[in-house]
């Protein structure tokens, strides 16, 4: 899969870096972020495991700038922590996620198909439309 290299935190948009860590580099850190420049720096060269705990990692300390938390010492155990433990249960429960992202997008869908966007659709028609909820997610 490609590796990401924009993404939107809340209103902000953040480029993704991805670096081969080396002596220049700063060999002992796996990512950073810097805020000022709204850019994420991630090692090309873990597992795939660590790399996504280290993008989570600094995803976190994206919304701790977006959400004005300034506390570094607890920032960065919190950070830290809460990636390790979000990436477990995404893991542990995969069809959560997939609901998660279900949920999201699914005013989005119903829109599309209450054809908001259809020139077919005039003022004062009646349209109708039941979204279920998914008893399987695939």
């Not at 002596?23 to 709204?38: H, L, P, R, V, Y």
């Not at 090309?44 to 010492?73: C, G, Q, R, S």
């Not at 908001?116 to 003022?123: D, G, V």
Request: proline fraction near 5%.
């Amino acid at each position: 899969m490609k590796r990401p290299t924009k993404i939107k935190v809340i209103n902000f948009d953040f480029t993704i870096e991805w670096y081969h860590r080396g002596i220049e580099n700063g060999a002992s850190k796996f990512g950073w972020t810097d805020i000022c420049k709204q850019e994420i720096y991630i090692s090309d060269d873990l597992n795939p495991l660590k790399t996504a705990d280290t993008l989570m990692h600094e995803l976190l300390h994206a919304l701790n700038w977006v959400f004005d938390i300034e506390d570094d010492t607890k920032e960065e155990s919190v950070a830290r922590r809460l990636s390790s433990g979000l990436l477990a249960i995404w893991r542990d429960n995969p069809e959560l996620f997939q609901y998660l992202q279900w949920l999201l997008f699914a005013e989005q869908k119903k829109e599309e198909a209450l054809g908001f966007c259809s020139p077919n659709l005039k003022p004062g028609d009646w349209v109708s439309l039941t979204v279920p909820l998914p008893t399987k997610i695939t």
